[in-house]
């Protein structure tokens, strides 16, 4: 592109958008401009330019349109989403009790994703707003984008992107390979076609106004002035939503950032109110259980990421993989349990408690085994006896308990483990009743015997393991 033709076009795009273009940014011009001069049966674009300059006005509009960035998606950056949540809503809910009404504009509203997600933050406060006249108005430039906004149909790839699960589940339906959200959704919101650089006071006034990742595109004295006509439609009490990269400093003093929040806004004025912040610290803190059951207000959650949330702690007598070990209605830390010593070798047992979880995790009751693991039995392979334990690789006889493979536990000496080998002390009579120790421990019934040695131990396999250089 010559750089006159690029002059010519930045000039015009700048009039009737305020989108600014600077040179490195002709790469950017052609991609847009080749499709509409191919569309138009064009050969190239100095004769698309020509028509331009010719004043084809659908042209010029085509153009304009083309060169508008629609990137949009829902909830998106959340945090926006989290401040109308806990903190405007609250205050408008409350501030307008006489009057019910209230009015919201997101401006370039693009593909519509962000005025639904509005729709259906209310959506989930509807009790609270019975009665109520709102209105999400969503302006855009682009006819285009409009007319998909209003169809609310969306790909696969478009309802990934921020939209919660359970929300798709419950406000869209499946069309073909695309999802289109509820109609009594897409009946919250009123689309129109809008230049930000047109007059505002045809729209009315608004009590919340969102104008997100717009005024980037434009320079400094249009942003000053869009943020100066933005404000004359607000009431004192009202706020403005930007985008994460916009600010207000240096550019407005019409508005002031809202305290220790980034990208909310309120009026620079006498009459703009003190807000309670706290429950949107809170939720930010995540430390409230509204902030994570949401329902129960009214509101949205939205779930971290797996590798950001905390594992719940396990039911009574179960624990959740990849909990650890735990006793009879606790979740403790690998590898200890009731009555047991921790890996690799066990002691005898003190007095058992009801039932103890091991690696995976079962229910624990009265001479349950884990991993598996059945009540008064052994698996894996499997041998029966008054209580069961585990060993590894094999055992003895003794006590509740059994190796594995396993052998009938019976009255008489306490388990020997061996990993590689052990012998177990003399044992009393055991009944099975303790806990079950997790691998590789061992536990008696009620009252253990004298312990199974530790290693060392004291006999050994030569054939396998030859003699320990440490044996006594």
Not at 215 to 222: C, E, K, R, V
Not at 246 to 255: H, P
């Amino acid at each position: 592109m010559k750089p006159e033709d690029f002059d010519f076009v930045s000039r015009l795009i700048k009039s009737k958008s305020g989108l600014v273009l600077s040179e490195d940014k002709t790469y950017l011009l052609e991609s847009r401009l080749m499709p509409i001069a191919r569309k138009r049966g064009m050969k190239d674009l100095g004769e698309l330019i020509g028509a331009m300059r010719g004043g084809d006005r659908q042209l010029v509009e085509d153009v304009v349109d083309a060169m508008t960035t629609n990137e949009s998606f829902f909830f998106r950056d959340t945090k926006p989403f989290d401040q109308f949540r806990h903190v405007v809503l609250p205050h408008m809910i409350k501030a307008r009790a006489s009057k019910r009404h209230l009015r919201i504009w997101c401006a370039a509203a693009s593909s519509g994703q962000e005025p639904y997600s509005l729709a259906m933050i209310l959506d989930e406060f509807k009790s609270q707003l019975s009665g109520w006249r709102v209105e999400i108005i969503g302006t855009d430039i682009s006819r285009e984008i409009l007319t998909k906004a209003r169809a609310g149909m969306y790909s696969q790839f478009e309802v990934q992107r921020g939209l919660p699960i359970n929300l798709l589940v419950k406000y869209f339906q499946k069309k073909e390979d695309q999802w289109q959200i509820s109609a009594d959704i897409r009946s919250k919101v009123q689309y129109k076609e809008f230049n930000l650089l047109e007059d505002f006071r045809p729209l009315g006034q608004f009590d919340i106004v969102y104008c997100r990742n717009v005024l980037i595109y434009f320079d400094q004295p249009t942003k000053s002035d869009v943020l100066a006509r933005v404000s004359a439609l607000m009431p004192d009490d009202g706020f403005l939503f930007l985008g994460g990269a916009e600010t207000v400093l240096g550019i407005s003093d019409k508005f002031k950032p809202l305290a220790r929040q980034r990208g909310i806004y309120q009026l620079n004025r006498p009459g703009a109110p003190e807000v309670d912040l706290t429950a949107l610290e809170k939720a930010q803190a995540g430390g409230t259980a509204a902030a994570s059951s949401g329902a129960a207000t009214g509101g949205l959650t939205f779930q971290k990421p797996k590798h950001m949330q905390t594992a719940a702690g396990a039911a009574t007598g179960t624990a959740a993989r990849p909990a650890a070990p735990g006793t009879a209605g606790t979740t403790t830390t690998r590898p200890t349990t009731s009555s047991t010593t921790a890996r690799p070798f066990g002691t005898a047992g003190t007095t058992g408690t009801a039932g103890t979880t091991a690696r995976p995790t079962t229910t624990g009751t009265t001479g349950t085994t884990a991993r598996p693991g059945t009540t008064g039995t052994t698996t894996r392979p499997s041998g029966t006896g008054t209580g069961s334990s585990f060993s590894k690789p094999s055992g003895s006889t003794g006590t509740g308990s059994t190796a594995r493979p396993g052998s009938t536990g019976t009255t008489g000496t306490g388990s020997t483990y061996r990993r590689p080998l052990g012998s177990g002390g003399t044992g009393t009579t055991g009944t099975g009743a303790g806990g079950t120790p997790p691998r590789p421990s061992s536990g008696t019934g009620n009252t253990g015997g004298a312990g199974g040695t530790t290693r060392p131990s004291s006999t050994y396999d030569r054939s396998r393991f030859g003699k320990p250089d440490d044996k006594k």
